[in-house]
């Protein structure tokens, strides 16, 4: 872990802060970022000034080397340097970070999620947040909603 302290202004009362945040975590080392991660609470923060909720946005480093992948949380168009052995996702926004991290950490395939999301997006009418892949029932989870896979695409969605 590496920590670095992260200027903030509130989006919602104009309020300035400072605030000291993790920019880099390894998957094996730190089970709390993980878990807060998978729960989507990690970059979340409440101004101390008008107690909203936001998230905060900052160059952020997630590496798990065990299932081989990167996440870097950036507004570069590219990284150099990472180990080229493992796969590299730049994010540029929390919510695309957080939705990689549910993909990868579960090691799916990346495509088919996305596209399954879409298509339950298009036929709510709204976006919906990827949850999991139930194995058992053959389904993706978003949200409250089940998305039916083949046998064929239970076979596709993981990647090892």
Same mark, same amino acid.
């Given at each position: *872990?590496?920590? /670095?302290?992260?200027?903030?202004?509130?989006?919602?009362?104009?309020?300035?802060?400072?605030?000291?945040?993790?920019?880099?975590?390894? $998957?094996?080392?730190?089970?709390? $970022? /993980?878990?807060?991660?998978?729960?989507?609470?990690?970059?979340?923060?409440?101004? !101390?000034?008008?107690?909203?909720?936001?998230?905060?946005?900052?160059?952020?480093?997630? /590496?798990?080397?065990?299932?081989?992948?990167?996440?870097?949380?950036? =507004?570069?168009?590219?990284?150099?340097?990472?180990?080229?052995?493992?796969?590299?996702?730049?994010?540029?926004?929390?919510? !695309?970070?957080?939705? $990689?991290?549910?993909?990868?950490?579960?090691?799916?395939?990346?495509?088919?999620?996305?596209?399954?999301?879409?298509?339950? =997006?298009?036929?709510?009418?709204?976006?919906?947040?990827?949850?999991?892949?139930? *194995?058992?029932?053959?389904?993706?989870?978003?949200?409250?909603? $089940?998305?039916?896979?083949? =046998?064929?695409?239970?076979?596709?969605?993981?990647?090892?």
């Amino acid at each position: *872990m590496k920590e /670095r302290m992260i200027p903030v202004t509130c989006p919602h009362c104009g309020h300035v802060f400072e605030i000291k945040r993790d920019t880099v975590v390894i $998957a094996q080392m730190d089970r709390v $970022a /993980r878990s807060r991660l998978d729960d989507g609470s990690y970059f979340m923060h409440q101004c !101390q000034n008008c107690k909203s909720m936001f998230y905060l946005y900052y160059p952020f480093f997630y /590496r798990d080397p065990k299932k081989k992948f990167n996440l870097v949380l950036t =507004e570069q168009k590219n990284i150099d340097n990472l180990c080229e052995n493992e796969q590299v996702v730049l994010c540029h926004s929390v919510s !695309q970070f957080l939705l $990689a991290f549910k993909i990868y950490d579960q090691c799916l395939n990346p495509k088919m999620v996305l596209v399954k999301k879409k298509q339950l =997006e298009k036929k709510l009418n709204r976006s919906v947040k990827f949850d999991y892949f139930d *194995m058992k029932n053959h389904c993706l989870w978003f949200e409250d909603k $089940a998305v039916s896979l083949t =046998e064929k695409e239970c076979k596709e969605i993981l990647i090892l």
